[in-house]
């Protein structure tokens, strides 16, 4: 199982890494959340930060769900640092799905983290060139308000 994952995680071809980046749920599903956490984890990782800008949207856009498969612990020390390299990408679609999607792991990773880590990317964010960045961060501002509350937001 492994040496094919890492296979296609690694392919030289950009669309190969864009399925495995865009798919990788459905992998989970098939090799079960402890496999993934052990196997995929890192090659998520790599997808964020991936030289094709198509591959680092995919991993951007499954945040949400692949988060929930990760330690909280994992995400901030390995997934956080990637994503706050994402807030300056010179794709504005890239940061379009970023802001869309950084508020999801707000609930996973709590208060403290949240404050730390994913409210100086939002602020980032918010004062983004494009209108359509600053209107995705609002999509999920829901998860932000759960964790730190509207009065601390302020």
């Known amino acids: 199982m492994t040496p094919y994952l890492k296979k296609f995680a690694v392919d030289k071809?950009?669309?190969?890494?864009?399925?495995?980046?865009?798919k990788i749920m459905e992998i989970t599903e098939a090799i079960g959340v402890e496999n993934s956490?052990?196997?995929?984890?890192?090659?998520?990782?790599?997808?964020?930060?991936d030289s094709e800008s198509e591959v680092r949207?995919?991993?951007?856009?499954?945040?949400?769900?692949?988060?929930?498969?990760?330690?909280?612990k994992v995400l901030i020390q390995t997934v956080i640092p990637s994503l706050n390299k994402l807030q300056t990408d010179q794709f504005t679609y890239?940061?379009?799905?970023?802001?869309?999607?950084?508020l999801s792991i707000c609930p996973i990773i709590e208060k403290g983290p949240t404050n730390e880590h994913i409210?100086?990317?939002?602020?980032?964010?918010?004062?983004?060139?494009?209108?359509?960045?600053?209107?995705n961060l609002f999509k999920r501002l829901e998860a932000l308000n759960q964790v730190i509350g509207l009065e601390n937001l302020q």
């Open 94 to 102: 890239v940061r379009q799905a970023l802001a869309e999607n950084i």
């Open 13 to 22: 071809s950009w669309r190969i890494r864009y399925l495995v980046a865009d």
């Open 119 to 135: 409210l100086p990317i939002f602020l980032a964010l918010l004062r983004d060139e494009s209108s359509d960045v600053r209107l």
């Open 37 to 49: 956490r052990e196997h995929l984890s890192s090659y998520y990782c790599q997808f964020l930060e």
């Open 57 to 72: 949207t995919a991993a951007v856009r499954r945040l949400q769900d692949y988060g929930k498969v990760l330690e909280p």
